[in-house]
């Protein structure tokens, strides 16, 4: 059954085209991952997807969420959705037991339902020490699990998260990491935006690679591993800017590919890497297995996006 269905949709602000015919759909029960540089245009699809912003309208554009139109039907997704906004937009005012609280009333909830619920949250999120704290006495990693589990209290059948882990030390981010995956194999969709190009690979069942409002590539991770770049990689530091090795020098079968301050060689077949190593002639290097984020970048350039 498919959850979201977006077909040729575009949003400008002003001269902007910040979506640009966009299409993708997301079956329920996946974890589906929206990457891109900044200003690729994750976030404003996202926020038409739950209707804080509308599509251009008059193009063709069509947004489905649940069979339902965000430009029509706000509140029929927001019922069946929780957002994981890009801020930890919680009260500081209130306790942790009290955030809940509170945003347990827009979904009706009674107030037993929602002690019951905030309990169970509060112990699958690690906070259950917490319930009385303060918000600004918590840690940001804290926060982000609270915004997680106020996300989770009408128990969506989808659940959108952007940026969900950004700052967060490695420790948390992998605790969110096992949530996601349990509440995915419990059922829930996720639609996430991500900069962690291991974050996508490790929970994703699919990604789509954006880049100035269009899309670039969608797979499973692990099939945009195999069939957009070369299994592994020799990383050479540049000295003084000059070039390790001549592109005319190259033994067949490996790829240059120039960055600042570093060269990159791709190969298939690390022996030719190996060859390439012998010519460096005392030279660092490092030899590796190729990664999603080479795959990103080599779909989406290396040169920064001037709008960030």
Known sequence: MKIISVQHVNKAFGRVQAVCDLSFEVEEGICFGLLGPNGAGKTTMMKMLYGRSHRDLGDGGV?????????????????????????????DEL??????????????????????????????????????ARIRELSGGMQRRLVIARALLNNPRLLILDEPTTGLDPQVRHLIWDKLRRLRAQGTTILLTTHYMEEAFQICDTILIMDKGRRVLEDDPRDLLRSN?????????????????????????????????????????????????DKLSGDQYFIRQSTLEDVFLKATGRALNEKQ
């Open 229 to 277: 770049i070369e299994a592994y990689v020799l990383e050479v530091p540049i000295a003084n800017g000059a070039p390790a090795i001549e592109e005319s020098g190259l033994p067949a079968g490996v790829r240059l590919d120039r960055a600042e301050g570093t060269q990159r060689f791709y190969a298939d077949d690390i022996d030719r890497l190996k060859s390439v190593v």
């Open 95 to 132: 306790n942790v037991f009290q955030n809940l609280m509170i945003y347990s009333k827009f979904y009706g909830l009674s107030g037993a339902t929602a002690r019951e619920r905030i309990k169970g949250l509060l112990e699958f999120l690690e906070l259950s020490e917490k319930a009385g």
């Open 63 to 91: 947004i489905r969420v649940f069979g339902f139109d965000p430009a029509r039907d706000e509140l029929a997704i927001k019922y069946l959705s929780g957002v994981v906004p890009q801020e930890n937009n919680l009260d």
